[in-house]
């Protein structure tokens, strides 16, 4: 019998080592026991029948130095990374039966859902992306100004060991100032540059009553609609255990209390015809702004209402002023909305491969989209993309040209037929007009955006139609080589 012992947490680097040691030695699941710092003495520490390896061999690698990598289905990985985050004590002894079974021919076990020990592991999985979830939106950050300067801190008790899992989301999403997660398994730190992992703290030392709390509550006191309260929904969008952690729920008891009354009021006021935006008037008004500096519009673009529905923010341009290429496609997609950054989904994926076979350096590149947000319908738990309208495009079109202006690029290669619209002024169709183009007087190549190729069914039209892709970006490569810079 072997004893595996492993850090406190999601020691993922300690299981792998360590299974690596156990599937090498040949040791069955049912031969190893499993624990980790949260377990304590569970079967009796010393125990002769226990205890018959030391844990050292398996976690360190022993004298016999590090045991072999295993080769394993990416599907099994990623329930390994997902399992051992949840607070299971039995986790790791799970996953080695995972692993042995799929190691001694059965590679797809997980596959068999209708499996004991499948639906359990699935089961935890769906815990660990529900606790991230949870994380993700019922993170509050509140100003601390303290003797090295201002930072924002956070407290949040996960249900699991989830800090790891979530360190790149907030990085990517707040990274211009310096924050700091805490929470009673660890805490996460971030100076603007780079994340620190340190030791449990303190919901005390993440409550100071600032003005981002207050500016919270005005928020939410400002969107709550009384005609729709349903306490009901909101405990369910909202589990009441996050409440104390949320500095806008400090308002929900006097929200429902005044709701029936607010609701009387606005029954009896004299009704009104809707107000029908009309984005003529917004983009008449869109030149008195007159930004002086990308830096400048952006700050417009993101303080913004977004005219499409749905979206969380604005999802501005990347790359350098100066750029010699602008890509602009149609509008940020669900990931380019959570990440605030453009092209990252699995479009984006697509066209840093196509970039790269093509000869083209994406950080030397500009991209942007012709639309600033994200226009999605809610299906359940899915926010499915809806195409933006040619009135929305000419809103956003304003914001384009200024961003285009102020980058400069030597040649802008549209994505796809809203961004053909946004630059053209028009609608030309793709198929005909593929190539070289005047876009309103830039010089300007239009292809597909890539997206395109992604919803192509059959796999052949969508390897002959990345082909195709792939010669747009080389003859635009080669159009840059032979117009040098003035």
């Not at 005005?218 to 996050?242: D, G, I, Q, V």
């Not at 008891?253 to 029936?260: E, N, S, V, W």
């Not at 869109?286 to 999802?315: F, H, M, W």
């Not at 309208?389 to 961003?403: D, F, I, P, Q, S």
Request: hydrophobic share 45%; with cysteine; charged share 25%.
């Amino acid at each position: 019998m072997a004893l595996v012992h492993l850090a406190d947490g999601a020691d993922l680097a300690g299981f792998r080592r360590a299974i690596r040691r156990l599937v090498a030695a040949g040791a069955a699941p049912e031969d190893v026991i499993w624990r980790s710092g949260e377990d304590g003495d569970l079967f009796g520490a010393g125990s002769a029948d226990f205890v018959g390896t030391d844990a050292a061999d398996f976690v360190d690698g022993g004298e016999a130095g590090p045991a072999p990598p295993l080769a394993l289905p990416r599907v099994v990985g990623a329930a390994v990374e997902a399992v051992v985050c949840h607070r299971d004590p039995e986790r790791y002894a799970l996953l080695h039966r995972l692993i042995w079974r799929v190691l001694h021919g059965e590679r797809t076990v997980l596959e068999a859902r209708s499996d004991p020990l499948v639906h359990r592991l699935a089961g935890m999985q769906q815990a660990i992306r529900r606790d991230i979830h949870k994380m993700h939106a019922f993170l509050r950050f509140r100003r601390v100004t303290a003797e090295s300067g201002e930072r924002f801190v956070a407290w949040f008790e996960p249900e699991h060991f989830i800090l790891e899992a979530v360190a790149d989301f907030f990085a990517d999403r707040f990274p211009g100032f310096a924050w700091s997660i805490l929470t009673p398994v660890g805490s996460l730190h971030w100076d603007g540059a780079a994340l620190d992992f340190g030791p449990p703290g303190t919901r005390g030392a993440a409550m100071p009553d600032d003005s981002v709390e207050t500016a919270w509550r005005a928020y939410y006191e400002a969107t709550f609609n009384p005609a729709r309260l349903n306490p009901t929904m909101m405990r369910s969008e909202m589990p009441k255990k996050y409440w104390r952690n949320l500095p806008e729920t400090q308002a929900i008891p006097h929200l429902i209390r005044t709701a029936p009354s607010r609701v009387t009021a606005m029954l009896e006021k004299e009704a009104a015809m809707p107000l029908k935006r009309n984005p003529d008037k917004a983009v008449a008004a869109l030149p008195d702004q007159a930004p002086k500096s990308l830096a400048e519009l952006n700050r417009i673009i993101a303080a913004s209402e977004p005219l499409v529905p749905g979206a969380t923010r604005a999802v501005l341009g990347e790359g350098p002023v100066g750029a010699a290429l602008a890509f602009v496609g149609e509008q940020p997609g669900d990931q380019e909305d959570l990440q605030g950054r453009p092209f990252v989904g699995p479009a984006g994926q697509l066209l840093d491969r196509a970039m790269a076979e093509a000869g083209i350096d994406r950080t030397e590149a500009y991209v942007t989209n012709a639309v600033k947000h994200f226009k999605f319908e809610q299906r359940g738990k899915r926010r499915i993309h809806q195409k933006p309208t040619a009135g929305e495009v000419r809103h956003y079109r304003w914001w384009l040209m200024r961003e285009l202006d102020f980058v400069h690029p030597r040649l802008v290669v549209a994505l796809g037929a809203t961004a053909v619209l946004a630059l053209a002024g028009k609608a030309l169709p793709i198929a005909r007009c593929r190539g070289e183009a005047r876009l309103e007087g830039r010089p300007g190549f239009i292809t597909v955006h890539p997206s395109y190729l992604l919803r192509l069914p059959d796999e052949d039209a969508r390897h002959a139609a990345y082909a195709a892709f792939l010669d747009d970006l080389r003859h635009v490569r080669a159009i840059l080589e032979r117009r040098p810079a003035s």
